[in-house]
């Protein structure tokens, strides 16, 4: 079956360093993202990872392992305009439907 | 970045309405469309996949015959709520992607609410 885990809910300082977990179990893979997602809007786009390895852009940073079928953001000198959801999804082989967690809200506290 | 441009942003309406949401890619061409409905506090939940010019492909549960997709152009899918009912208010998102490796692209979502 298809199933993407990632933790329910994350308090962090801002400034402080956190990271999101993701593992997935699915039929089939050709990509990781991740997306950040405000409350009341639609996700934005922040990463992808399709080979193994850490991916960097800016304050964020992606991290893959297929074999582990395992990944995580990892989030640098939080912001308070960081706190939203983060929805960890794989795409699936052929066709680019893409399975999405259910979410990660992240609460970032001064 | 690639720009999907998704309207009306919020709908209220009677129950038995039919509702049409648009969801335009105003700077490249979406081969492929895809439309989420989601719940307070939920994931996105895929309801259907469009390619253009094709019929589009209903996850299982999603009645094709109430939610109405078009697709009829590279840069234009419709989604249409037939016979709306209470039950169908959500937060409907549309998102294209142009191929290969390149991520989706989310419209700004529409907000159905149904008295």
């Known amino acids: 079956g298809q199933n993407i885990d990632q933790p329910t809910e994350m308090t962090a300082t801002e400034g402080a360093i956190v990271q999101i977990n993701c593992t997935y179990q699915t039929s089939g893979f050709n990509g990781l993202f991740w997306y950040q997602q405000h409350a009341g809007e639609a996700p934005t786009f922040l990463s992808y990872n399709v080979l193994d390895g850490l991916e960097e852009k800016g304050r964020f940073s992606s991290f893959l392992s297929r074999s582990k079928g395992y990944s995580y953001l990892l989030l640098k000198e939080l912001q308070m305009k960081d706190s939203a959801s983060y929805l960890c999804a794989v795409r699936d082989t052929g066709g680019f439907k893409t399975i999405f967690g259910a979410g990660t809200r992240l609460f970032v506290k001064a | 970045g690639a720009v999907v441009s998704q309207h009306p942003s919020r709908v209220i309406c009677k129950s038995g309405t039919s509702v049409k949401i648009e969801c335009r890619s105003l700077d490249f061409q979406a081969t492929t469309m895809f439309w989420y409905r989601q719940f307070p506090k939920q994931s996105l939940m895929l309801m259907a996949t469009?390619?253009?010019?094709?019929?589009?492909?209903?996850e299982q549960g999603v009645e094709k015959d109430k939610f109405l997709i078009n697709h009829a152009s590279l840069t234009l899918s419709t989604l249409t709520v037939t016979s709306a009912h209470p039950e169908d208010s959500s937060f409907y998102i549309c998102s294209g992607i142009q191929g290969g490796d390149q991520p989706q692209h989310f419209g700004d979502g529409t907000r159905l609410s149904i008295l």
């Open positions: 469009s390619n253009e010019g094709s019929k589009a492909t209903y």
